[in-house]
């Protein structure tokens, strides 16, 4: 199981941008894919998750309202589409992958990990 995370960059305080993962080796029924970042000095942070067999999703405070993830079944991907970005949204953001989904909360249990793609948002 291979997951490759892409779409990082430099954008300015209100923009946008979309973070992909791309899924292989992996099939999507029953499991959960998740976002999750890393500012420096600050803890791991579960971003965004979403459960494959219902496309139900779970987004951190931080985030709700902005941040969308979602299945791209054709590309096989794990989208993170960033909207209104503000400063503090800063981070490495990474993507896991955990079967069964009813772990999808703990990230410990995550089984599969991306390489993270660096966000940075200017002001």
């Known amino acids: 199981v291979q997951l490759q995370a892409s779409g990082g960059g430099l954008v300015q305080a209100g923009g946008s941008l979309r973070l992909s993962c791309a899924v292989s080796?992996?099939?999507?029924?029953?499991?959960?894919i998740a976002w999750f970042r890393q500012a420096p000095g600050k803890e791991h942070e579960g971003v965004a998750c979403i459960v494959s067999d219902n496309d139900d999703t779970v987004y951190s405070d931080s985030v709700k309202g902005r941040f969308t993830i979602s299945i791209d079944n054709a590309k096989n991907t794990v989208d993170l589409l960033m909207n209104s970005l503000k400063l503090e949204d800063t981070a490495v953001y990474y993507c896991?992958?955990?079967?069964?989904?009813?772990?999808?909360?703990?990230?410990?249990?995550?089984?599969?990990w991306g390489q993270g793609t660096q966000v940075t948002v200017s002001s």
């Open positions: 896991g992958a955990v079967a069964p989904w009813r772990y999808a909360r703990i990230r410990d249990k995550y089984n599969f």
């Open positions: 080796g992996l099939t999507f029924g029953n499991s959960a």
